[in-house]
């Protein structure tokens, strides 16, 4: 399976931009880039995933390399509610569809 | 929509006991995992299944057991609980159509094994 790797840890400021960075450079053509978070004391919920070209939601945008070794999870404004742990996941395009995770960042927002 | 329900929410277990962790989704999802997260660490894939009557082991399976009789429930079975078996359990499920399924997880189960 596929590797990622995500700072232990980063700060932002409330309303701030906020842009998490996940190195993947073993990632295969058939990965899919998804991105979870996981609020205290509860179970990961979805944010965003990609394959090669960038994405935007309601909750964040998704910027993913031109060679797909590396991906941002970009917060347009922070608020204390996103205050979490965020993954950064390579999910197989093939049959098994496993979710693997990884140590994630740990996003700390300050008032 | 219930999403994915896990029962029960706290347990604890003396060593050598036995129990089934539930896990239920009502979105028709074909493929069901557990995880396992310790203190301060990310998620470690258990167990898995692509469908009824088929699963998989994941990164830590010893010491657990699963089945998949139907699509909505995905049980896990401590077999002989272990103190290094005291974790918080999450149930996850997602369509599987390749890599771009949203996977939903439970609230999770809080297990402490003495």
């Known amino acids: 399976d596929a590797k990622t790797t995500q700072p232990n840890s980063m700060e932002s400021n409330e309303e701030e931009p906020v842009h998490l960075p996940c190195n993947h450079s073993?990632?295969?053509?058939?990965?899919?880039i998804h991105w979870y978070r996981q609020l205290p004391s509860q179970g990961p919920e979805y944010v965003i995933h990609?394959?090669?070209s960038n994405v935007n939601n309601r909750m964040a945008s998704l910027a993913i390399a031109e060679d797909r070794k590396s991906s941002t999870l970009i917060l347009h404004r922070a608020t204390l509610r996103d205050a979490a742990v965020y993954y950064c996941?390579?999910?197989?395009?093939?049959?098994?569809?496993?979710?693997?995770f990884g140590t994630g960042t740990l996003l700390a927002v300050q008032p | 929509n219930a999403g994915v329900t896990q029962t029960p929410k706290f347990q604890v277990l003396k060593t050598g006991q036995s129990m089934t962790l539930q896990c239920a989704q009502d979105?028709?999802?074909?493929?069901m995992s557990w995880y396992r997260q310790d203190p301060g660490m990310g998620l470690r894939l258990i167990h898995y299944?692509?469908?009824?009557?088929?699963?998989d082991q994941g990164e830590v399976p010893n010491g657990y057991n699963v089945s998949r009789s139907t699509t909505e429930d995905f049980p896990l079975r401590l077999l002989s609980a272990a103190p290094s078996q005291t974790s918080v359990y999450f149930c996850?499920?997602?369509?599987?159509?390749?890599?771009?399924?949203?996977?939903?997880f439970g609230q999770g189960t809080r297990l402490t094994v003495v």
């Open positions: 996941i390579l999910r197989t395009g093939g049959a098994t569809n496993k979710l693997i």
């Open positions: 990609g394959l090669t």
């Open positions: 979105m028709n999802h074909e493929y």
């Open positions: 299944s692509v469908g009824a009557g088929i699963t």
């Open positions: 073993t990632i295969s053509g058939t990965d899919y």
């Open positions: 996850a499920s997602s369509h599987r159509t390749g890599g771009t399924s949203e996977a939903f």
